[in-house]
Protein backbone atom coordinates (compact mmCIF):
# COMPACT_ATOMS: atom_id res chain seq x y z
CA UNK A 1 0.00 0.00 0.00
CA UNK A 2 2.68 2.33 -0.89
CA UNK A 3 0.02 5.05 -2.35
CA UNK A 4 -2.12 4.88 0.73
CA UNK A 5 1.09 6.00 2.67
CA UNK A 6 1.98 9.11 -0.06
CA UNK A 7 -1.87 10.20 -0.04
CA UNK A 8 -1.79 9.82 3.84
CA UNK A 9 1.06 12.30 3.78
CA UNK A 10 -0.19 14.73 1.57
CA UNK A 11 -3.76 14.52 3.74
CA UNK A 12 -1.44 15.50 6.79
CA UNK A 13 0.72 18.06 4.91
CA UNK A 14 -2.85 19.76 3.57
CA UNK A 15 -3.98 19.65 7.79
CA UNK A 16 -1.43 21.93 7.90
CA UNK A 17 -0.97 24.39 5.04
CA UNK A 18 -4.69 24.76 4.82
CA UNK A 19 -5.24 26.91 8.12
CA UNK A 20 -1.93 28.32 7.33
CA UNK A 21 -2.92 29.94 4.52
CA UNK A 22 -5.96 31.11 5.91
CA UNK A 23 -3.71 32.60 8.65
CA UNK A 24 -1.49 33.94 6.03
CA UNK A 25 -4.80 35.41 4.32
CA UNK A 26 -6.58 36.74 7.21
CA UNK A 27 -3.97 38.00 9.26
CA UNK A 28 -0.57 38.32 7.23
CA UNK A 29 -1.33 39.88 4.53
CA UNK A 30 -1.69 43.62 4.48
CA UNK A 31 -5.06 45.28 4.60
CA UNK A 32 -5.95 46.93 1.26
CA UNK A 33 -5.59 50.67 1.01
CA UNK A 34 -8.77 51.38 -1.25
CA UNK A 35 -11.06 47.83 -0.95
CA UNK A 36 -10.16 47.12 2.44
CA UNK A 37 -10.49 43.78 4.13
CA UNK A 38 -13.21 42.68 1.06
CA UNK A 39 -10.12 42.31 -0.96
CA UNK A 40 -8.77 38.82 1.01
CA UNK A 41 -11.20 37.45 -0.68
CA UNK A 42 -9.29 37.37 -3.84
CA UNK A 43 -6.39 35.05 -2.51
CA UNK A 44 -8.89 32.35 -2.08
CA UNK A 45 -11.10 33.44 -5.95
CA UNK A 46 -7.97 33.25 -7.61
CA UNK A 47 -6.54 30.14 -5.98
CA UNK A 48 -10.40 28.46 -6.83
CA UNK A 49 -10.18 29.92 -10.50
CA UNK A 50 -6.81 28.01 -10.86
CA UNK A 51 -8.15 24.92 -9.29
CA UNK A 52 -10.87 24.84 -11.72
CA UNK A 53 -9.12 25.08 -14.67
CA UNK A 54 -6.62 22.34 -13.38
CA UNK A 55 -10.38 20.47 -13.03
CA UNK A 56 -11.08 21.43 -16.97
CA UNK A 57 -8.30 20.78 -18.03
CA UNK A 58 -7.36 17.61 -16.27
CA UNK A 59 -10.52 16.46 -17.56
CA UNK A 60 -10.00 17.37 -21.29
CA UNK A 61 -6.58 15.73 -21.42
CA UNK A 62 -8.54 12.15 -20.24
CA UNK A 63 -11.37 12.85 -22.43
CA UNK A 64 -8.94 12.84 -25.25
CA UNK A 65 -6.80 9.86 -23.34
CA UNK A 66 -10.15 7.37 -23.11
CA UNK A 67 -10.94 8.34 -26.89
CA UNK A 68 -7.24 7.36 -28.34
CA UNK A 69 -6.94 3.92 -25.61
CA UNK A 70 -10.92 3.53 -25.19
CA UNK A 71 -10.52 2.20 -21.38
CA UNK A 72 -12.65 3.35 -18.49
CA UNK A 73 -10.09 4.30 -16.44
CA UNK A 74 -9.51 7.74 -18.64
CA UNK A 75 -13.15 8.05 -18.67
CA UNK A 76 -13.39 8.05 -14.66
CA UNK A 77 -10.49 9.85 -14.38
CA UNK A 78 -12.15 12.47 -16.81
CA UNK A 79 -15.69 13.07 -14.86
CA UNK A 80 -13.67 12.94 -11.48
CA UNK A 81 -11.90 15.37 -12.24
CA UNK A 82 -14.88 17.25 -13.83
CA UNK A 83 -16.85 17.24 -10.72
CA UNK A 84 -14.00 18.96 -9.04
CA UNK A 85 -13.59 21.69 -11.60
CA UNK A 86 -17.72 22.29 -11.30
CA UNK A 87 -17.96 22.20 -7.81
CA UNK A 88 -14.53 24.95 -7.66
CA UNK A 89 -16.45 26.87 -10.61
CA UNK A 90 -19.59 26.92 -8.90
CA UNK A 91 -16.69 28.69 -5.59
CA UNK A 92 -15.10 30.73 -7.98
CA UNK A 93 -18.56 32.79 -9.43
CA UNK A 94 -20.00 33.14 -5.97
CA UNK A 95 -16.68 34.56 -4.50
CA UNK A 96 -16.23 36.62 -7.27
CA UNK A 97 -20.08 37.71 -6.79
CA UNK A 98 -19.46 38.21 -2.99
CA UNK A 99 -16.41 40.54 -3.98
CA UNK A 100 -17.67 42.63 -6.89
CA UNK A 101 -20.53 43.59 -4.88
CA UNK A 102 -18.37 46.24 -2.10
CA UNK A 103 -16.43 46.69 -4.55
CA UNK A 104 -17.46 47.52 -8.03
CA UNK A 105 -21.38 48.20 -6.20
CA UNK A 106 -22.64 45.38 -8.77
CA UNK A 107 -23.54 41.79 -7.92
CA UNK A 108 -21.77 40.70 -11.24
CA UNK A 109 -20.72 42.84 -14.73
CA UNK A 110 -19.96 41.24 -18.06
CA UNK A 111 -15.98 41.13 -17.88
CA UNK A 112 -14.36 38.61 -20.41
CA UNK A 113 -13.29 36.37 -17.20
CA UNK A 114 -16.65 36.27 -15.64
CA UNK A 115 -18.39 35.66 -19.03
CA UNK A 116 -15.70 32.92 -19.89
CA UNK A 117 -16.26 30.97 -16.32
CA UNK A 118 -20.04 31.24 -16.58
CA UNK A 119 -20.16 29.60 -20.10
CA UNK A 120 -17.53 27.16 -18.90
CA UNK A 121 -20.01 26.62 -16.29
CA UNK A 122 -22.79 25.80 -18.62
CA UNK A 123 -20.65 23.85 -20.55
CA UNK A 124 -19.67 20.93 -17.95
CA UNK A 125 -23.63 21.12 -16.16
CA UNK A 126 -24.59 20.44 -19.93
CA UNK A 127 -21.86 17.37 -19.91
CA UNK A 128 -22.82 16.18 -16.70
CA UNK A 129 -26.64 15.95 -18.02
CA UNK A 130 -25.95 14.11 -21.14
CA UNK A 131 -23.76 11.62 -18.33
CA UNK A 132 -27.33 11.00 -17.16
CA UNK A 133 -28.99 10.68 -20.08
CA UNK A 134 -27.07 7.86 -21.31
CA UNK A 135 -27.47 4.42 -19.74
CA UNK A 136 -24.51 2.28 -21.89
CA UNK A 137 -21.75 2.87 -20.06
CA UNK A 138 -19.06 3.11 -23.50
CA UNK A 139 -21.07 5.39 -25.56
CA UNK A 140 -21.26 7.24 -22.27
CA UNK A 141 -17.60 7.60 -21.72
CA UNK A 142 -17.58 8.08 -25.40
CA UNK A 143 -20.01 10.71 -26.20
CA UNK A 144 -19.11 12.59 -22.68
CA UNK A 145 -15.40 12.71 -23.73
CA UNK A 146 -16.64 14.70 -26.88
CA UNK A 147 -18.24 17.01 -24.86
CA UNK A 148 -15.38 17.21 -22.90
CA UNK A 149 -12.80 18.08 -25.75
CA UNK A 150 -15.27 20.46 -27.40
CA UNK A 151 -15.82 23.10 -24.53
CA UNK A 152 -12.46 22.72 -23.17
CA UNK A 153 -11.51 23.81 -26.58
CA UNK A 154 -14.32 26.84 -26.36
CA UNK A 155 -12.33 28.87 -24.00
CA UNK A 156 -10.02 30.63 -25.61
CA UNK A 157 -12.38 31.24 -28.68
CA UNK A 158 -15.17 32.77 -25.66
CA UNK A 159 -12.49 34.57 -24.00
CA UNK A 160 -11.56 36.41 -27.34
CA UNK A 161 -15.00 37.10 -28.94
CA UNK A 162 -15.83 38.27 -24.72
CA UNK A 163 -12.60 40.69 -24.54
CA UNK A 164 -13.43 42.57 -27.87
CA UNK A 165 -17.16 42.73 -27.27
CA UNK A 166 -16.35 44.09 -24.38
CA UNK A 167 -13.83 46.46 -25.39
CA UNK A 168 -17.19 48.61 -27.70
CA UNK A 169 -18.76 48.97 -24.18
CA UNK A 170 -17.67 50.87 -21.17
CA UNK A 171 -15.90 48.81 -19.17
CA UNK A 172 -14.75 49.09 -15.17
CA UNK A 173 -11.64 50.26 -14.15
CA UNK A 174 -9.53 47.65 -13.03
CA UNK A 175 -7.95 48.27 -9.54
CA UNK A 176 -4.87 47.30 -8.28
CA UNK A 177 -1.37 47.81 -10.53
CA UNK A 178 1.91 47.18 -8.10
CA UNK A 179 1.24 44.50 -5.50
CA UNK A 180 2.57 44.65 -2.05
CA UNK A 181 5.50 42.17 -2.42
CA UNK A 182 4.14 40.41 1.02
CA UNK A 183 0.39 39.65 -0.75
CA UNK A 184 2.11 38.07 -3.89
CA UNK A 185 3.71 35.56 -1.61
CA UNK A 186 0.51 35.06 0.36
CA UNK A 187 -1.39 34.81 -3.28
CA UNK A 188 1.59 31.71 -3.92
CA UNK A 189 1.05 30.23 -0.85
CA UNK A 190 -2.47 29.82 -1.05
CA UNK A 191 -2.59 28.71 -4.73
CA UNK A 192 0.00 26.32 -4.21
CA UNK A 193 -1.92 25.04 -1.37
CA UNK A 194 -5.31 24.87 -3.06
CA UNK A 195 -3.82 23.46 -6.35
CA UNK A 196 -2.37 20.29 -4.34
CA UNK A 197 -5.66 19.72 -2.22
CA UNK A 198 -7.88 20.36 -5.54
CA UNK A 199 -4.97 17.33 -6.78
CA UNK A 200 -5.98 15.26 -3.76
CA UNK A 201 -10.07 15.75 -3.82
CA UNK A 202 -10.15 14.93 -7.89
CA UNK A 203 -7.48 11.56 -7.04
CA UNK A 204 -10.13 10.41 -3.77
CA UNK A 205 -12.83 11.26 -6.25
CA UNK A 206 -11.61 8.73 -8.56
CA UNK A 207 -10.49 6.26 -6.39
CA UNK A 208 -14.04 6.10 -4.98
CA UNK A 209 -15.08 6.15 -8.76
CA UNK A 210 -13.27 3.25 -10.06
CA UNK A 211 -13.84 1.32 -7.21
CA UNK A 212 -17.75 1.20 -8.59
CA UNK A 213 -16.38 0.54 -11.45
CA UNK A 214 -14.88 -2.49 -10.65
CA UNK A 215 -17.51 -3.74 -8.83
CA UNK A 216 -20.38 -3.15 -11.63
CA UNK A 217 -17.89 -5.16 -14.15
CA UNK A 218 -18.18 -7.96 -11.41
CA UNK A 219 -21.78 -7.20 -11.05
CA UNK A 220 -22.17 -8.08 -14.52
CA UNK A 221 -20.18 -10.78 -14.77
CA UNK A 222 -22.00 -12.40 -12.19
CA UNK A 223 -25.05 -12.25 -13.71
CA UNK A 224 -23.78 -12.82 -17.38
CA UNK A 225 -22.53 -15.90 -15.57
CA UNK A 226 -25.80 -16.92 -13.93
CA UNK A 227 -28.38 -15.20 -16.91
CA UNK B 1 -13.15 12.85 -56.74
CA UNK B 2 -14.62 10.59 -55.15
CA UNK B 3 -15.22 12.31 -51.52
CA UNK B 4 -17.04 15.38 -53.33
CA UNK B 5 -19.39 13.06 -55.38
CA UNK B 6 -20.29 11.24 -52.17
CA UNK B 7 -20.54 13.86 -50.17
CA UNK B 8 -23.02 15.70 -53.01
CA UNK B 9 -25.01 12.43 -53.17
CA UNK B 10 -25.64 12.86 -49.50
CA UNK B 11 -26.27 16.32 -49.74
CA UNK B 12 -28.89 15.69 -52.69
CA UNK B 13 -30.62 12.74 -51.11
CA UNK B 14 -31.60 15.26 -48.06
CA UNK B 15 -32.90 18.11 -50.06
CA UNK B 16 -34.93 15.97 -52.32
CA UNK B 17 -35.80 14.69 -48.84
CA UNK B 18 -36.64 17.26 -46.80
CA UNK B 19 -38.37 19.07 -49.86
CA UNK B 20 -40.72 15.89 -50.06
CA UNK B 21 -41.34 15.58 -45.91
CA UNK B 22 -40.83 19.26 -45.39
CA UNK B 23 -40.44 18.47 -41.63
CA UNK B 24 -36.96 20.14 -40.64
CA UNK B 25 -37.33 23.40 -42.54
CA UNK B 26 -41.42 23.63 -41.33
CA UNK B 27 -39.97 23.11 -37.89
CA UNK B 28 -37.87 25.74 -38.41
CA UNK B 29 -39.75 28.61 -40.06
CA UNK B 30 -42.41 28.46 -38.12
CA UNK B 31 -40.54 28.42 -34.54
CA UNK B 32 -38.84 31.60 -36.18
CA UNK B 33 -42.51 33.22 -36.88
CA UNK B 34 -43.64 32.18 -33.85
CA UNK B 35 -40.40 33.61 -31.86
CA UNK B 36 -40.49 37.32 -33.60
CA UNK B 37 -43.88 37.12 -32.35
CA UNK B 38 -43.23 36.61 -28.93
CA UNK B 39 -40.17 38.82 -29.00
CA UNK B 40 -42.63 41.85 -30.13
CA UNK B 41 -44.83 40.71 -27.25
CA UNK B 42 -42.08 41.01 -25.17
CA UNK B 43 -39.92 43.89 -26.06
CA UNK B 44 -42.08 46.00 -27.73
CA UNK B 45 -40.37 46.97 -30.97
CA UNK B 46 -40.99 50.29 -32.45
CA UNK B 47 -39.59 52.75 -35.07
CA UNK B 48 -37.59 53.82 -32.62
CA UNK B 49 -35.56 51.20 -30.99
CA UNK B 50 -35.69 48.56 -33.71
CA UNK B 51 -32.38 49.06 -34.97
CA UNK B 52 -30.63 48.58 -32.15
CA UNK B 53 -32.79 45.80 -31.34
CA UNK B 54 -32.55 43.62 -34.44
CA UNK B 55 -29.36 42.15 -34.69
CA UNK B 56 -29.85 40.58 -31.26
CA UNK B 57 -33.15 39.11 -31.72
CA UNK B 58 -32.63 37.98 -35.26
CA UNK B 59 -29.41 35.90 -33.53
CA UNK B 60 -30.92 34.22 -30.79
CA UNK B 61 -34.26 33.21 -33.51
CA UNK B 62 -31.64 31.49 -35.61
CA UNK B 63 -29.95 29.99 -32.90
CA UNK B 64 -33.16 28.64 -31.16
CA UNK B 65 -35.10 27.59 -34.64
CA UNK B 66 -31.62 26.17 -35.95
CA UNK B 67 -30.71 24.11 -33.41
CA UNK B 68 -34.27 22.63 -33.07
CA UNK B 69 -34.51 21.82 -36.69
CA UNK B 70 -31.13 20.44 -36.62
CA UNK B 71 -31.72 18.03 -34.24
CA UNK B 72 -34.77 16.91 -36.41
CA UNK B 73 -32.71 16.05 -40.06
CA UNK B 74 -30.15 13.78 -37.42
CA UNK B 75 -33.47 12.24 -35.73
CA UNK B 76 -34.91 11.06 -39.44
CA UNK B 77 -30.92 9.32 -40.07
CA UNK B 78 -31.09 7.72 -36.69
CA UNK B 79 -34.97 6.68 -36.69
CA UNK B 80 -34.53 3.86 -38.93
CA UNK B 81 -31.28 3.46 -38.78
CA UNK B 82 -31.08 5.03 -42.43
CA UNK B 83 -27.07 6.85 -41.33
CA UNK B 84 -26.33 2.68 -40.68
CA UNK B 85 -26.66 1.80 -44.31
CA UNK B 86 -24.93 4.42 -45.53
CA UNK B 87 -21.71 3.70 -43.76
CA UNK B 88 -22.08 0.31 -44.41
CA UNK B 89 -21.24 1.80 -48.16
CA UNK B 90 -17.90 2.72 -48.89
CA UNK B 91 -18.67 6.47 -48.33
CA UNK B 92 -16.79 7.48 -45.16
CA UNK B 93 -17.61 8.80 -42.58
CA UNK B 94 -15.90 12.28 -43.09
CA UNK B 95 -17.80 13.03 -45.91
CA UNK B 96 -20.81 11.60 -44.59
CA UNK B 97 -20.36 14.64 -41.99
CA UNK B 98 -19.58 17.22 -44.26
CA UNK B 99 -22.90 16.58 -46.27
CA UNK B 100 -24.76 16.83 -42.88
CA UNK B 101 -23.09 19.76 -42.21
CA UNK B 102 -23.85 21.19 -46.17
CA UNK B 103 -27.34 20.13 -45.77
CA UNK B 104 -27.74 21.46 -42.17
CA UNK B 105 -26.46 24.89 -43.56
CA UNK B 106 -28.78 25.01 -46.83
CA UNK B 107 -31.72 24.46 -44.18
CA UNK B 108 -30.32 27.32 -41.77
CA UNK B 109 -29.92 29.62 -44.53
CA UNK B 110 -33.51 29.12 -46.36
CA UNK B 111 -34.62 29.51 -42.52
CA UNK B 112 -32.38 33.25 -41.94
CA UNK B 113 -33.36 34.52 -45.05
CA UNK B 114 -37.46 33.85 -44.34
CA UNK B 115 -36.72 35.66 -40.63
CA UNK B 116 -35.13 38.61 -42.21
CA UNK B 117 -38.10 38.61 -44.54
CA UNK B 118 -40.59 38.38 -41.91
CA UNK B 119 -38.62 40.51 -39.60
CA UNK B 120 -38.54 43.56 -42.29
CA UNK B 121 -42.40 42.83 -43.08
CA UNK B 122 -43.14 42.73 -39.27
CA UNK B 123 -41.39 45.14 -38.07
CA UNK B 124 -41.20 47.73 -41.10
CA UNK B 125 -37.27 47.48 -40.98
CA UNK B 126 -36.02 47.66 -44.55
CA UNK B 127 -32.71 48.62 -43.61
CA UNK B 128 -32.26 44.24 -44.01
CA UNK B 129 -33.15 44.66 -47.34
CA UNK B 130 -30.80 47.33 -48.69
CA UNK B 131 -27.74 45.98 -46.56
CA UNK B 132 -28.50 42.19 -47.51
CA UNK B 133 -25.25 41.56 -49.58
CA UNK B 134 -22.96 42.87 -46.40
CA UNK B 135 -25.19 40.58 -44.00
CA UNK B 136 -24.39 37.52 -46.02
CA UNK B 137 -21.10 37.54 -45.30
CA UNK B 138 -21.94 36.97 -41.12
CA UNK B 139 -25.16 35.01 -41.99
CA UNK B 140 -23.15 32.47 -44.03
CA UNK B 141 -19.87 32.05 -41.51
CA UNK B 142 -22.44 32.17 -38.69
CA UNK B 143 -24.51 29.41 -39.73
CA UNK B 144 -21.48 27.29 -40.44
CA UNK B 145 -20.43 27.22 -37.13
CA UNK B 146 -23.47 27.02 -35.79
CA UNK B 147 -24.20 23.99 -38.32
CA UNK B 148 -20.39 22.50 -37.07
CA UNK B 149 -21.38 22.28 -33.97
CA UNK B 150 -24.97 21.55 -34.42
CA UNK B 151 -24.74 18.82 -37.13
CA UNK B 152 -21.94 16.68 -34.25
CA UNK B 153 -24.23 17.63 -31.28
CA UNK B 154 -27.65 16.44 -33.06
CA UNK B 155 -26.14 12.93 -33.77
CA UNK B 156 -24.48 12.89 -30.05
CA UNK B 157 -27.77 13.89 -28.63
CA UNK B 158 -30.23 11.89 -30.49
CA UNK B 159 -28.63 8.72 -29.09
CA UNK B 160 -29.80 9.36 -25.85
CA UNK B 161 -32.66 9.82 -23.46
CA UNK B 162 -34.02 13.44 -23.78
CA UNK B 163 -31.85 14.13 -26.47
CA UNK B 164 -34.31 17.19 -27.42
CA UNK B 165 -33.83 18.73 -24.26
CA UNK B 166 -30.02 18.07 -23.90
CA UNK B 167 -29.46 19.20 -27.21
CA UNK B 168 -29.95 23.18 -26.91
CA UNK B 169 -27.76 22.81 -23.71
CA UNK B 170 -25.35 21.57 -25.22
CA UNK B 171 -25.18 23.49 -28.15
CA UNK B 172 -26.03 27.32 -27.03
CA UNK B 173 -23.00 27.21 -24.59
CA UNK B 174 -20.94 26.21 -26.99
CA UNK B 175 -21.39 29.01 -29.83
CA UNK B 176 -21.38 31.84 -27.43
CA UNK B 177 -18.55 32.94 -29.67
CA UNK B 178 -20.65 32.42 -33.32
CA UNK B 179 -23.49 34.68 -31.67
CA UNK B 180 -21.55 37.34 -30.02
CA UNK B 181 -19.48 37.58 -33.72
CA UNK B 182 -22.73 37.25 -35.57
CA UNK B 183 -24.61 40.01 -33.60
CA UNK B 184 -21.45 42.32 -33.30
CA UNK B 185 -20.86 42.00 -37.14
CA UNK B 186 -24.70 42.42 -38.09
CA UNK B 187 -25.37 45.56 -35.64
CA UNK B 188 -22.27 47.14 -37.03
CA UNK B 189 -23.64 47.19 -40.34
CA UNK B 190 -26.71 48.25 -39.46
CA UNK B 191 -25.90 50.87 -37.39
CA UNK B 192 -22.25 51.72 -37.00
CA UNK B 193 -20.97 54.70 -38.82
CA UNK B 194 -19.26 54.75 -42.07
CA UNK B 195 -15.60 53.92 -41.37
CA UNK B 196 -16.55 51.09 -39.03
CA UNK B 197 -15.58 47.67 -40.17
CA UNK B 198 -16.97 44.08 -39.22
CA UNK B 199 -13.44 42.34 -39.93
CA UNK B 200 -12.78 41.93 -36.29
CA UNK B 201 -16.13 40.05 -35.68
CA UNK B 202 -15.94 37.92 -38.85
CA UNK B 203 -12.02 36.68 -38.01
CA UNK B 204 -13.78 35.21 -35.01
CA UNK B 205 -16.50 33.46 -36.85
CA UNK B 206 -13.68 32.01 -39.27
CA UNK B 207 -11.64 31.28 -36.21
CA UNK B 208 -14.55 29.12 -34.97
CA UNK B 209 -15.36 27.54 -37.73
CA UNK B 210 -11.78 26.48 -39.17
CA UNK B 211 -11.21 25.11 -34.96
CA UNK B 212 -14.30 23.06 -34.88
CA UNK B 213 -14.64 21.92 -38.19
CA UNK B 214 -11.16 20.44 -38.23
CA UNK B 215 -12.19 19.24 -34.44
CA UNK B 216 -15.12 17.77 -35.42
CA UNK B 217 -13.87 15.95 -38.68
CA UNK B 218 -11.58 14.09 -35.79
CA UNK B 219 -14.56 13.55 -33.63
CA UNK B 220 -17.49 12.57 -35.59
CA UNK B 221 -16.44 8.70 -35.91
CA UNK B 222 -16.64 8.17 -32.27
CA UNK B 223 -20.10 9.35 -32.23
CA UNK B 224 -21.68 7.16 -35.29
CA UNK B 225 -18.99 3.75 -34.49
CA UNK B 226 -21.49 1.41 -32.47
Not at chain 2, 106 to 118: A, D, P, R
Not at chain 2, 123 to 146: D, M, Q, V, W
Not at chain 2, 163 to 190: H, K
Amino acid sequence: MKSGKIIRGIILLLAILLPASFYLIFQVAPSEKIMGDVQRIFYLHISLAMSAYLGFGLLFVSSILFLVKKTLYWDTLAFSAGEVGLLFSTLVLITGSLWARPVWNVWWTWDPRLVTMLILWFIYIGYFMLRKAIPERMKRARYSAIIGILGFLDVPVVRLATKWWRSIHPRLAREGGGLDPLMVKVMLFSLVTFLIFTSLLIYIRFRVAWAEERINEIFNDVEDYNG
Amino acid sequence: MRFAGNTLAIVRKDILLEFRGKEALSIMIFLSLLLLVIFNLAVDIQSENVASLASGILWVVFAFSGILGMGKTSLSERDDGAYLNILFSTVSMESFYIAKVISNLIFLLLMEVFTILSFVILFNYERLIRTFPALAIPLLLGSLGFSIVGTLFSFLSTGSRFGEIILPFLFLPLVVPVLIGGVSATDIILNGSPGESPAKWLKVLVVFDLLYLFISLILFRHIVEE
